[in-house]
């Protein structure tokens, strides 16, 4: 009778932690959604289906993130920034807090001792498990961010929303179609999940331990602030590969890459290294916000539902 009660308690709890992550995932993507599709325009520039332009990446309008900003606004205006915002939310609610919740029981089990080699392991895992899921939801995100720049070639964009989307891809490339790019993507999220949710953990607890501060709002906005810098230095190169690889579609540039490898060796044969990094500042300037309001939101709704800081 005690032990069913206790598993009741554990799944009630389970459960509000899931609610509170998705919650705290939404309001966060929205707000800086604007800047995400700025990086994926960036990333997208430049790509080797067209012959290396002798110009310096940096001197292209392509390349510069105030051009390509004035450029969606002329385009799209206002809403011409939230292209792609539903798969994007859509996609949050399964691959946030399942790898939240996914990483705190894998620490339990990878790092008893609060080893940071744990943390590290458990980190990189969820993010896996949650962006293997949610592929399909990144998928058609990118494709609708991307279809934005075919305004500005006087082209239509190929899908006309999120369930338009789902259809083309399955009708055109099978259900399969649906995890184009799922290596890449998976590279990525362990890249990234190893970084913010480690780097986030063991800072927060860093500067509790070490009398700064409480845990309170101020430790959480350090500790998003270091894990925001932390997971972009990582996972920038993966997310170029991971942004270019689904990006293509059968029948229009399907050949352009032939997998992740083939992508990475191309763009810095034709781009260089630095083409790697492209839209680190966007990316950055978006983790941080993304990681802010996440972080405070979420741990502040985990204290007014009665349960433990994370």
Known sequence: MGGGRREAALELRTASKIGLASLSAAVAETATFPIDILKTRLQLCGESSRPPSRTPPLASAAGNSLRVAAEIWRKGGVLGFYSGLSPAVLRHLFYTP?????????????????????????????????????????????????????LSTANQPRYAGLFDAFRKIIQKEGFPGLWRGVF???????????????????????????????????????????????????????????????????????????NSVDCLYKTVKFEGMRALWKGFLPTWARLGPWQFVFWVSYEKLRQVSGLSSF
């Open 98 to 150: 399942i790898r939240i919740v996914s990483y705190e029981h894998l620490r339990v089990a990878a790092a008893p001792d609060g080893s940071l080699l744990g943390k590290a392991l458990a980190g990189g895992v969820s993010g896996v498990i949650a962006q293997i899921l949610a592929s399909p939801a990144d998928l058609i995100k990118v494709r609708m961010q991307a279809d934005g720049h075919l």
């Open 184 to 258: 890449p993507n998976a590279q990525r999220a362990f890249l990234v999940n190893m970084g913010e949710l480690t780097c986030y953990d063991q800072a927060k607890h860093f500067i509790i331990h070490q009398g700064i501060c409480q845990d309170n709002t101020y430790a959480h906005t350090l500790a998003s602030v270091a894990s925001g810098l932390c997971s972009t230095a990582l996972s920038c190169p993966a997310d170029v590969v991971k942004t270019r690889m689904m990006n293509q579609t059968s029948g229009r540039d399907a050949d352009v890459y032939r």
